[in-house]
């Protein structure tokens, strides 16, 4: 969803760094073969994503919501040398295409995928996290902030895409949106605990930056 013209979007997107060649090839092969292919955090969020974590420089990243490994890729850039990044997804059809890019990139070592519900493996993984990025399925948002919170050390980031929802969080609350009904619960949520200060940007489809306190 644009929140400004195209030909503003377009400007900015070639007034940023450039897209890695490996994650051209992502995008290309994520749009020739994978179901849903806007999913992916695409060249200017991912440009946003990898400099946020340089900024942050974490050791323990965790990422719910693998999908094909784009936004991954992007934040292990920020990773410190012998850091690690666990990403969370539950489809089992992505796993060989994420490792692919994964094996190809130059944090093939960094980068620890988990397949399964993330409520059950997020209580598995023994690091706290220096970085959290949150996009995975939206009714479950609010319980994977319950589940992160603690985990989230002081100065850490929690990113959480997604949380505009295509101005559905403006927009009379359909009873039956399961997913626009949870995210107004997360805003809420990242917005009123004295925890973390927030800044919701308009970029996409909605990014919220979070710092723990």
Excluded at 51 to 56: H, Q, V
């Amino acid at each position: 969803m644009h929140f400004i013209s195209e030909d503003l979007d377009d400007y900015a997107v070639a007034h940023s760094e450039k897209e890695p060649e490996l994650l051209r090839k992502l995008t290309r092969e994520t749009y020739q073969k994978v179901v849903q292919p806007r999913m992916l955090s695409g060249h200017y969020q991912g440009r946003i994503l990898s400099m946020i974590a340089k900024l942050a420089n974490p050791k323990v990243i965790l990422e719910v919501g693998t999908y094909t490994g784009y936004s991954a890729l992007c934040l292990a850039e920020g990773l410190q040398p012998d850091g690690i990044l666990h990403t969370i997804d539950v489809n089992e059809e992505l796993v060989d295409l994420q490792k692919k890019y994964f094996d190809a990139s130059a944090y093939a070592k960094n980068i620890k995928q988990h397949l399964g519900p993330a409520l059950d493996i997020i209580p598995k993984i023994e690091e706290d996290f220096d970085l959290i990025f949150m996009d995975a399925d939206k009714p479950n948002y609010p319980a994977y902030f319950d589940l992160i919170i603690d985990r989230l050390r002081p100065g850490g980031l929690l990113l959480s895409d997604n949380v505009l929802w295509s101005g559905k969080v403006v927009e009379p609350l359909n009873p039956k949106d399961t997913s626009t009904k949870a995210l107004l619960e997360y805003n809420r949520l990242l917005a009123e605990d004295d925890r973390l200060e927030t800044v919701l940007l308009t970029i996409r489809d909605g990014l919220t930056i979070s710092r723990k306190r």
